[in-house]
Nanobody
Framework: QVKVVESGGGLVQPGGSLRLSCTAS????????MRWYRQAPGKQRELVAD???????NYADSVKGRFTISRDNPRNKVYRQMNSPKPEDTAVYYC?????????????????????????WGQGTQVTVSS
């Protein structure tokens, strides 16, 4: 009932720019952190950047100064702007949303899922940095 979908991947040249978008939709009560991960061939998935509901951001050292994460809370969206990409940024990028689902009873009352905060993942989008 909750979906997380990324978009915006593709081929980008070194020194160019690319923006990824991610939307969480469905029965959502509240979203906590939203994060971007990436996984390069033969490597483990790594956290690239995250942003809290209040807008506090954190970045991996490898992308500081080049990537910017931002979010649009009313639209349940998170963005990742990539500037000055390098070939080593080539990876599948995944969006992650830490959120509480919403459950609505037959009488119309809605409340947060008692299971609490859970992680939801997108399907991933390929980003290739190459000239």
């Amino acid at each position: 009932q909750v979906k997380v979908v990324e978009s915006g991947g593709g081929l980008v040249q070194p020194g160019g720019s690319l923006r990824l978008s991610c939307t969480a939709s469905g029965s959502i009560f509240t979203i906590n952190d939203m994060r971007w991960y990436r996984q390069a061939p033969g490597k483990q998935r790594e956290l690239v950047a995250d942003v809290t509901g209040g807008g506090t951001t954190n970045y991996a050292d490898s992308v500081k100064g080049r990537f910017t994460i931002s979010r649009d809370n009313p639209r349940n969206k998170v963005y990742r702007q990539m500037n000055s990409p390098k070939p080593e940024d080539t990876a599948v990028y995944y969006c992650n949303a830490e959120l509480e689902g919403r459950i609505c009873s037959p009488n119309g009352g809605c409340y947060s899922d008692p299971r609490g905060l859970r992680d939801y993942w997108g399907q991933g989008t390929q980003v290739t940095v190459s000239s």
